[in-house]
């Protein structure tokens, strides 16, 4: 056995690889539940009644703190703050979506953290084109009264392509 001194250093270690593990596992419930509720507002039959996309967007703003930023990009625009994100979220953009976040990067550091994610989402337009969404979404986060919520969240578009069509030739090795 060692000295109460190796013995405290030694708890303190294992509280912070603890907190560590607890922080990344929240993060990917947290990006989770995001996902699950961004395609919530749709059916395959097109978005949902307004109230139903109302009560949505109010649980998606819940998920990122009073000042954050959702950015978007192009046609998806920018959000500041909890009431325009949620606001965001009121107007749907497209028919459907099904978003698939992969290959999380997560790093933390004390209450705050960072996270890249690749996401892929099949998604139909409002004019009902099938199309494949592939991009890279750069996340900030904070804990926030021992919640993680997001601070920014900022999708960087790789590519949109006709479902149909694919996104061009692999050339052979």
């Given at each position: 056995m060692g000295n109460d001194a190796d013995v405290a250093a030694r708890l303190a270690a294992?509280?912070?690889r603890v907190a560590a593990a607890e922080a990344h596992a929240a993060i990917l419930?947290?990006?989770s539940r995001y996902g699950a509720l961004a395609d919530a507002r749709y059916t395959r039959r097109g978005p949902r009644a307004q109230p139903e996309i109302d009560e949505v967007a109010e649980q998606l703003a819940a998920l990122f703190t009073p000042d954050a930023v959702w950015e978007g990009g192009g046609a998806l625009g920018r959000a500041e703050g909890r009431a325009a994100i949620r606001e965001r979220f009121r107007r749907p953009t497209l028919h459907y979506s099904w978003h698939f976040f992969v290959k999380p990067e997560i790093v933390v550091s004390g209450d705050r953290?960072?996270?890249t994610w690749d996401v892929l989402a099949m998604i139909t337009t409002l004019e009902g084109r099938?199309?494949?969404m592939v991009g890279v979404e750069h996340d900030e986060y904070a804990r926030v009264d021992g919640r993680w919520l997001h601070t920014r969240m900022q999708l960087e578009s790789q590519l949109m392509a006709p479902h149909d069509r694919g996104w061009g030739s692999v050339p052979e090795r």
């Open positions: 294992l509280e912070e419930d947290l990006k953290a960072r996270g099938a199309m494949w």
